[in-house]
């Protein structure tokens, strides 16, 4: 399936951070792919910015070893890889003095579309968002990309704000979760509001209970001195499931326009029970036959930051009160999976008598890897012995359903382009970051204040016991991470 191209006119785009890993590992790649598939017009510039003492054909050498080790299996072909590289251009910026910035305006037009992408340490956004306004780089056809984190609590992301408020109108400030440029995270409003079938079902009259998943295999590896003064919670909750959850929870948008979707996603968040640190399940994993503990990862013997987060939330308006949303995140787990699953509530009344075997039904959307859906659904078994009864699933797979040659993009390339075309609505709004940290910040403080140790749990298995411990007291189970 080739992917729909949207046209835009010629742009600048500045990477500041050119020469680090996100823009090596994800940025780059999602660029030349979007490139090798005809969507940056002739006269689009790319420009890395760093303080690296790199020239130009420097930059291009390290983005070709970048594009050769991180595009992939499906990669475009030789030649677009290297007029995408000749696209290229370096200036050496240092975001701490004022060494470079002249050089940065001199390299930009000003009648085009012009972002800057600030895939930079989150100390450094202050700095260059002055800089842009210092130098008079921001005009009105300016963007700005922000990636996470995006502050460390409510007062740091508040700060942030402010900060960036000086320089840009939130219109420009482009604030990235990558998970909202996932396609099968997308694909949970079109399965919401493109259908008419679960609309009508989507509440706590008929949902008993949804849970949220997102498992890694992976360990914190070489990212510790960041991860370990996150932890979990910073790292995915605060950010991805919040937005998992905001998506599933929110009441129809009355369009597909950036603040109607925002404005619903921050009513969710407003909605949200508080949650106490002590029903919060945090763990950390232990070490394997082949892989160390996180504490040896993080090389802090006696760290408390949380390697995994369970939590039961509550939403106190008319659509939801009295149906719980289970979320759980991990390092270290099974494997990699992410899921989302809605358990409908049990028929009023069963015509097949009490001893009949009953299921309730899940719709199960599969956000990575094997994207897909699956409802289960009651039917009678066959053959003779009379009205048997047995729960199957109605399986789709995204890949079968689409073809064998679709393509599924990285996030980054969806959001990229949406920024160059101006397009908000899969970015989050200043709002909505703040009350997502208000949310979390108390649970996060009373850990601190606790101060005991996370739950131990064993690499590759589904978590610590305390968080089956969170289901089985409602009388329900996580579904198993595969
Ligand atoms: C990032 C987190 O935002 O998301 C990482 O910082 C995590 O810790 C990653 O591994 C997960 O993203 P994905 O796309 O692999 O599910």
Aim: aromatic share 8%.
């Amino acid at each position: 399936m080739v992917a729909r191209v949207i046209p835009v006119d010629p742009f600048d785009l500045v990477i500041f951070g050119g020469t680090g890993d996100l823009a090596r590992r994800k940025i780059l790649p999602a660029l030349c792919r979007r490139f090798a598939d005809g969507q940056m017009p002739e006269g689009s510039r790319i420009i890395g910015a760093a303080r690296a003492a790199l020239d130009t054909d420097g930059f291009r050498q390290m983005i070709r070893k970048a594009l050769d080790e991180f595009l992939g299996e499906d990669a475009p072909d030789a030649d677009s890889q290297s007029r995408f590289v000749d696209a290229l251009s370096y200036v050496k910026v240092d975001a701490a003095s004022d060494d470079g910035w002249a050089d940065l305006r001199g390299a930009l037009r000003e009648d085009v579309v012009r972002a800057f992408y600030f895939s930079v340490g989150p100390s450094l956004f202050g700095p260059i968002a002055a800089q842009l306004g210092a130098f008079n780089l921001v005009t009105p056809e300016t963007r700005i990309v922000v990636e996470k984190p995006f502050g460390h609590d409510l007062e740091t992301a508040r700060a942030l704000n402010q900060t960036l408020a000086a320089h840009f109108d939130e219109t420009q400030i482009y604030r990235i979760d990558h998970y909202l440029g996932k396609e099968t995270v997308q694909n949970l409003m079109a399965v919401r509001f493109a259908n008419i079938l679960f609309e009508p079902l989507w509440n706590s009259r008929f949902v008993d209970h949804v849970q949220i998943t997102v498992a890694e295999s992976v360990g914190v590896g070489g990212r510790g001195p960041y991860y370990d003064k996150s932890g979990a919670m910073r790292d995915m909750v605060q950010n991805h499931l919040m937005q998992l959850l905001c998506l599933i929870a929110m009441e129809p948008p009355h369009c597909f326009e950036p603040d109607a979707v925002r404005d619903e996603k921050l009513k969710v968040i407003n909605a949200l029970d508080p949650v106490s640190a002590g029903e919060a399940v945090r763990g950390q994993y232990t070490a394997g036959p082949n892989s160390a503990s996180y504490l040896t990862e993080v090389e802090t013997p006696d760290s408390l930051t949380e390697s995994y987060v369970a939590l039961k939330v509550g939403i106190s308006n008319w659509r939801w009160k009295g149906t719980p949303f289970y979320l759980r995140t991990g390092k270290r787990l099974r494997s990699r999976s992410s899921e989302i699953a809605i358990t409908f509530r049990d028929p009023p009344h069963s015509i097949f008598g009490e001893g009949a075997p009953w299921r309730a039904n899940v719709l199960v959307i599969r956000l990575q890897p094997d994207e897909g859906m699956t409802l289960r659904v009651m039917i009678k078994e066959p053959g003779p012995g009379g009205m048997r009864l047995k729960d199957v699933a109605l399986d789709m797979s995204f890949a079968d359903a689409l073809g064998e040659d679709m393509h599924i993009p990285d996030a980054y390339e969806r959001l990229i382009m949406d920024v160059i075309r101006g397009n908000q609505t899969l970015f989050m709004r200043g709002d909505e970051v703040e009350a997502a940290w208000a949310w979390t910040d108390p649970i996060i403080d009373g850990w601190r204040k606790a101060a005991d140790k996370p739950s131990e749990y064993d690499p590759f298995s589904s978590g610590p016991e305390d968080a089956l411990m969170l289901m089985h007291r409602d009388g329900r189970k996580w579904r198993e991470i595969r």
